[in-house]
């Protein structure tokens, strides 16, 4: 009998494929919305197992450590943890998240072929490992920044099942390690320049990947999240090492590899990431590309709307208390006819971010240098200045502190937004913000969703009228603070939300493992997708296995399956074999 973390790999860990049996979401159907509607909720669950309404069928796809399938190799995965740093790099990274399905002929708009791009958001030295990370190496940190990065591959429905297709012409892993350019107003720019790179146009590697997007010319845009927990910096911290909060104390140890994740000797290293990175899943040779024109920040999500007029419109959300929610407005109409003529359109543009006024309006701040605050008399520079400390950039424009903006979805046709908050429990706090009109609560445990619909509909305008979605918590709680403010079943921390091809809202939910049925959050059972019904009610839809997140939500564009990402079942402890002991985990 394997170990429990062996079974648990082959079987719960990874992209799992939720293959919808029924006609679920079928275009041409005279209601599918009432369809739908008809899955009996799965009840609230602490059960060590993946829950699906009755009709529905997973399958896992892709786990940690299987082959990408790239024709260079296909290292099989051994389970006593020997594969190399070589080999993990031609293998599923850990920790998949954000994800997107892209049919294959590209723009065939197909369901039965495509191929799926996903980031692997961090590692697991415990599970990389068999003595975790004791008596650490420059090899142990080489094999942890091989399982970071980004996966491509192809995907294939065969017989009424999914499969990866191997070997592909399209599969390939992405690393810390991988040259990465860099483009837009920051390229080049003294704070990206360093000792290894003095150009400061090529990066080596992506890492910390979270949420996503994706472009209607169909690359998939990676979204640097933690990116600071790879660097350390022992000594004093400058102003903007301090805003990132780049730790004292080594977490990932990957300088032991390569120094340039020693910020105290390579200070313009960890301005390097931060950034959304655009990748071509069509191109298995190009170079991915860093567009600092979105902005610097803990990025979760880059979701698109296109403008009436044809500009795209991206919006992130930047995953750290009272930190902001902004949104991109490239210059120029994107072509949708030639997806090679937008190579740079994400390279001009203007970046906003959200101030959320009392009354339901609000305003989007430009950050463009020269205008308001953001003057060379307080401290900006150029352009480049601006983006590499956009959190400054917005703090000076003046935009709203929110707690902890994660997913944003835009609504197929109607163009409205919704964005999760997953928590901040400092809010409130000693020396901290209190509570306001888009963040009422004080020690917000359980986070909460926001809309908005922007004026004249209009993604690309620069005001909008917002208003509470949901207060997450437990209708059924006595107390008032715990109820929420919606109707349906219980949950906390909303991580994810998309809305699927036919306009329905999905919610992911990443309740961390250190809180996950422990006290008050045992009403919310293990961490779950809801969908949120047309009369607004939100239902139980699937339940993950213990400790495990809920994200990574795509869809085939005929909206029969579903590609959903199981990221760290079992991360209640730090090693293989001893998954009993609770630690912190807030990614
Ligand atoms: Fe990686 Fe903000 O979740
Ligand atoms: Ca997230
Ligand atoms: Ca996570
Ligand atoms: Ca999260």
Redesign the pocket.
């Known amino acids: 009998m394997p170990p429990a973390s062996v079974r648990r790999r082959q079987f719960l860990q990874g992209g799992t494929a939720a293959a919808l049996a029924t006609a679920f979401g079928l275009p041409g159907c005279a209601s599918p919305q009432a369809e739908a509607a008809a899955f009996a909720a799965v009840p609230l669950s602490r059960a060590d197992t993946l829950v699906v309404p009755d009709g529905y069928r997973t399958q896992v796809l892709y786990a940690w450590g299987d082959p990408v399938g790239s024709p260079a190799g296909m290292p099989p995965f051994r389970f006593d943890a020997s594969n190399s740093a070589a080999e993990q790099a031609l293998q599923a990274g850990m ?1 998949h ?1 954000g994800m997107e399905f892209y049919p294959l002929p590209y723009g065939s708009g197909g369901s039965t072929r495509g191929l799926l791009a996903l980031n692997h ?2 590692h697991s030295d415990g599970l990389l490992f068999t003595d975790g990370a004791a008596h650490w190496s420059a090899a142990k940190a080489a094999k942890a920044m091989a399982a970071s990065g980004v996966s491509v591959i192809e995907v294939e429905l065969r017989d009424g099942a999914w499969q990866a297709v191997r070997p592909s012409r399209y599969a390939r892993r992405i690393t810390a390690t991988t040259p990465c350019a860099v483009s837009g107003p920051a390229a080049g720019h003294a704070l990206m320049r360093t000792a290894q790179d003095p150009s400061g146009r090529l990066v080596l590697g992506t890492f910390a990947g ?1 949420a996503h997007g994706w472009t209607p010319w169909g690359t998939y845009l990676t979204c640097e999240e933690n990116f600071q927990d790879r660097f350390v910096n022992a000594g004093p911290r400058s102003a903007l090492q301090q805003r990132d909060l780049i730790p004292a104390r080594s977490r990932a140890k990957w300088e032991v590899a390569d120094e340039r994740f020693d910020a105290a000797n390579h200070p313009n290293e960890p301005n390097r990431f931060g950034w959304i990175v655009e990748i071509d899943p069509f191109e298995p040779a190009s170079t991915p590309v860093k567009r600092t024109a979105l902005g610097r920040c803990c990025h979760e999500s880059a979701t698109p709307s296109l403008a009436p007029d044809g500009r795209l419109v991206l919006y992130t959300g930047d995953d750290k208390a009272f930190e902001y929610i902004y949104k991109f407005v490239s210059r120029d109409k994107v072509d949708l006819v030639d997806r090679t003529r937008n190579g740079t359109l994400l390279d001009e543009g203007t970046l906003y971010v959200a101030r959320f006024d009392a009354d339901g309006t609000g305003v989007w701040l430009p950050l463009v240098h020269g205008q308001g605050a953001l003057t060379a008399a307080n401290g900006f520079h150029d352009q480049g200045d601006v983006l590499v400390r956009t959190r400054m950039a917005a703090d000076a424009a003046g935009g709203t502190k929110m707690d902890r903006p994660e997913w944003i979805a835009v609504h197929p046709r109607t163009r409205e937004v919704v964005v999760t908050l997953t928590n901040n429990m400092e809010r409130g706090g000693k020396d901290k913000p209190g509570p306001d009109a888009a963040n009422p609560r004080a020690g917000n445990a359980y986070g909460h969703l926001l809309r908005w619909r922007e004026a004249g509909d209009d993604p690309a305008a620069t005001s909008f009228r917002w208003s509470v979605l949901a207060l997450a918590g437990d209708p059924a709680a006595t107390d008032a603070a715990a109820k929420g403010s919606f109707t349906g079943d219980p949950f906390a921390n909303p991580d994810g939300v998309r809305f699927d091809p036919s306009g329905r809202l999905w919610v992911m939910t ?1 309740i961390s493992p250190s809180r996950l049925n422990q006290g008050a959050f045992r009403a919310f059972g293990n961490n779950q997708l809801l969908m949120v019904d047309e009369r607004g009610v939100f239902r139980r839809f699937l339940t993950g296995p213990v400790g495990c ?1 809920i ?1 990574g939500l795509a869809f085939t564009p005929d909206g029969r399956t579903a590609f959903l990402n199981i ?2 079942p079992g991360e209640i402890g730090g090693e293989a074999n001893d998954p009993a002991q609770p630690r912190k985990h807030s ?1």
Request: include cysteine; glycine fraction near 0%; charged fraction near 35%.
């Open positions: 920790h998240d958001e961090y979270c990443d997140e994200t990221q760290h990614n």
